[in-house]
């Protein structure tokens, strides 16, 4: 029994060997047997290897820099998001101010309150459309529901029929964009 397996191995063995690769060339970790590799063939596999390792050194470089620059591009895009609006509450920090010197006038001076009150309010629109903000025209104009919003339809034979009569808020446009629309009264004239 122990030479039949000897055998058999013997014969396995062979085959391996029979079906075996033959050394790549320029491959050193297999070499002929018998034979050394030619120097030049060294120094192309050294200088293959430092090539190597140089181009795995800049990748990875290359990798840390795009991770920086990703995480740099987060933190500037969140620092606009937070301090965007810095600009428009700069504008609107006067008019603030002027509303609590009016409010700290004495309520015996009512005339003068007033006047301050709609100097502070023009001061407000002034500082909204030098931002872009525009009031939406409302009164008297057609119904538009990209623009109005309609409260109430009102029957009345005084104005034509689908026509804003009541403006109940003003709505704002800042440059093409809708920020609220006006809130109105529709005429409703069944004569038209």
């Known amino acids: 029994m122990g030479k039949t397996n000897g055998k058999s191995e013997m014969k396995s063995r062979e085959l391996d060997l029979n079906h075996e690769l033959p050394p790549a060339e320029g491959d050193i970790s297999a070499p002929e047997a018998g034979s050394i590799p030619p120097e030049a063939e060294i120094n192309e596999v050294q200088k293959l290897r430092s090539e190597r390792d140089a181009l795995l050194d800049r990748l990875a470089r290359s990798q840390a820099e795009f991770d920086n ?6 933190r500037d895009q969140q620092e606009y998001r937070d301090y965007a609006s810095s600009e428009a509450i700069k504008a609107l920090l006067p008019v603030i101010d002027n509303f609590e010197r009016a409010l700290s006038v004495s309520s015996s001076q009512s ?38 919003e309609a409260i109430e339809m009102v029957e009345t034979e005084d ?4 026509s804003v009569m009541d403006e109940l808020q003003h709505g ?3 440059k093409d964009r809708l920020l609220r629309p006006a809130m109105v009264r529709v005429a409703k004239n069944s004569k038209q």
């Open 159 to 162: 104005a034509p029929d689908h």
């Open 111 to 148: 005339s003068e309150f007033r006047t301050g009150i709609e100097l502070i309010y023009k001061q407000l629109q002034d500082v909204l459309q030098k931002l872009g903000v525009r009031q939406i025209a409302a009164k008297g104009e057609p119904f538009d529901p990209r623009l109005h």
């Open 69 to 74: 620059a990703r995480k740099r591009a987060a």
């Open 172 to 174: 704002y446009m800042l």
